[in-house]
Every structure is written in structure tokens, then in C-alpha cells.
């Protein structure tokens, strides 16, 4: 399984779109690993999770072919996360496609329901097909089982985290969420996973957030530190598993050379936009 991060930042991107701050001023002169758009990652180059509102430039970045993508997994309706104006350019008068089959999008009812509010006047019944998907039910998708279950971010929604297995390997793609609830906790400790990606928007500030022991909506290291030791203590993960951070605020106050430094001695490959991981 081979995974590249399109995009490792929160929903302002980094430098922040509108932002002045110190962090992004210094992302602006140092730029490298330091640029971060919204996040996005490509899955053996056909299933994408995410599809925020720079994809079109990650195609190009990252000189990607997005005609040949099977399948999209949305983790839920924020903006940074899920666009739907693109996918109108997937209708035939757009798109002219050797054997054309339809792009098939997994999400919840939220993200149904902003999908088709905004595309109900055009014709996609050949080009895009929604699928709204429940939590806890493991869905089988070309060589891929998606297993959809409920993240700790926005209220009134139900987001997701998706545990993801393909050929003998399985991901965890675990953000935007905060600490997980015991009904998820009690489905992840089933599994044994190669690649963990975790949400990170605080960096190294959560330790300090609210009255709580874990960060909630989003993680950041502390967080992370401990859903990494509840994996490896149950079985669910070991020394061989790769833990990824991603999905970075500039309010988290350390540039990408930073957080490494802090990440790496606690087991963490810190993301970067276009950075490539196979397991």
C-alpha cells in the first residue's frame, strides 16, 4: 500500500490564506516542507481520502491523473474537506474519458446532503455516484474494505476516521478528530494496523487545552503520544507500525523543522505535502 499526503494542513492552509502572523511569515520566506495545503491523501494512486479545495492544484503539483481515480472517502462536510463545484467538470461536456466508468464517493448524509444541494441541476448519473455509508459497517470497494467509524469533531455531524485494508495491509486515517469514544476505541483494538495517521492541528499545545486529559475536536502531540501507547499496548500496533502526524495549524507554533524534532524521538513521521509512505 502506497500513500502520498497531497496536503498536510488545516483548513487556513500554511501559510494561512489571509494570515500575518510570525509562523507564516517565516513558512513564507522558508518555504519547503513549510508551504502545507489542505490535507488530501492518494491511496495506490486511486483512492484519494479528502477532497479539498486544492486538489486541482495537488494534481498538477504533484503531476497526478485524476481521471484515473476509483474512488473518493470524505471524512466529513468542512470545507477543507470536501468541495463538491469540482466534480460538476466530471460530467461528459468536461471530461472525455477512455472507458469511463463513474467516480464513486463515500461519505455521510451531511456531506450527501451539500453534495447534491449543489450539483442537482447537472447530470452526473454517469460520471459521479454518492454513496452515503454508516459507521461501524465495513464496506467493500474494488480490492479495499472501508470501515467507517465515528470521529470526535463537529457536533450535529457524524464524522469519520476510516480504517482502511488492502491487499493484507491496513491504514488507520485517523483525522480530523480528537480523542477517540470507547465505541471506537472498541473497534480500532480489533485490528492490527501497518500505518497510523493521526490528527495533529495542535502540535505541541494540547497538554494545556481545556480541563480535559486529551484534546478535544482535533489532537496534537500529547494526544497522539497516548492514542499511540493504547494501540501498542493492546496489540493493535507494535514496532513495526509507522505513526504519521499530519493536518497542522500555524497556530501550533512550530515549523515543520520543529515539530520533527520534537515528533521523531516519540515514534512519529512528521508529514509534509507530497511526502510518500508504502508499507
Not at 487556513?12 to 522558508?30: H, S
Not at 481515480?69 to 460530467?91: M, N, V, Y
Request: proline content about 4%; charged content about 25%; aromatic content about 12%.
Amino acid at each position: 500500500m502506497k500513500i502520498k499526503f497531497l496536503g498536510t494542513a488545516a483548513a487556513e492552509g500554511w501559510p494561512g490564506i489571509f494570515c500575518d502572523c510570525d509562523m507564516c511569515r517565516r513558512a513564507r520566506t522558508l518555504k519547503g516542507k513549510n508551504i502545507r495545503t489542505r490535507s488530501s491523501c492518494l491511496i495506490d494512486d486511486a483512492y484519494l481520502v479528502d477532497y479539498p479545495p486544492d486538489s486541482y492544484m495537488h494534481s498538477i503539483v504533484h503531476d497526478l491523473d485524476f481521471s484515473k481515480l476509483k474512488s473518493i472517502f470524505i471524512t466529513h462536510s468542512h470545507g477543507d474537506h470536501f468541495i463538491p463545484q469540482d466534480f460538476e467538470l466530471r460530467a461528459d461536456t468536461y471530461a472525455h474519458i477512455i472507458n469511463k466508468k463513474p467516480l464513486m464517493l463515500y461519505g455521510n448524509t451531511t456531506v450527501y446532503k451539500i453534495f447534491n444541494d449543489t450539483l442537482k441541476n447537472f447530470n452526473l448519473e454517469n460520471s459521479v455516484i454518492y454513496n452515503s455509508i454508516e459507521p461501524f459497517k465495513p464496506y467493500k470497494i474494488d480490492h479495499i474494505t472501508l470501515l467507517p467509524l465515528p470521529a470526535d469533531h463537529a457536533k450535529g455531524e457524524m464524522c469519520f476516521i476510516y480504517v482502511i485494508e488492502k491487499d493484507g495491509k491496513t491504514l488507520l486515517y485517523g483525522h480530523d478528530s480528537g480523542y477517540y469514544s470507547d465505541d471506537t476505541w472498541n473497534e480500532l483494538l480489533k485490528h492490527k494496523f501497518d500505518i497510523v495517521i493521526l490528527d495533529c492541528t495542535f502540535g505541541p499545545l494540547d497538554k494545556s487545552l481545556g480541563p480535559n486529559e486529551y484534546s478535544q475536536g482535533h489532537m496534537g502531540l500529547y494526544t497522539d503520544i497516548k492514542v499511540k501507547e493504547r494501540l501498542i499496548k493492546s496489540g493493535a500496533a507494535d514496532e513495526n507500525t509507522r505513526f504519521v502526524i499530519t493536518h497542522f495549524s500555524h497556530n501550533c507554533g512550530l515549523l515543520h523543522d520543529e515539530l520533527e524534532k520534537l515528533a521523531e524521538p516519540e515514534g512519529f513521521i512528521t508529514a509534509y505535502d507530497g511526502m510518500e509512505v508504502e508499507v
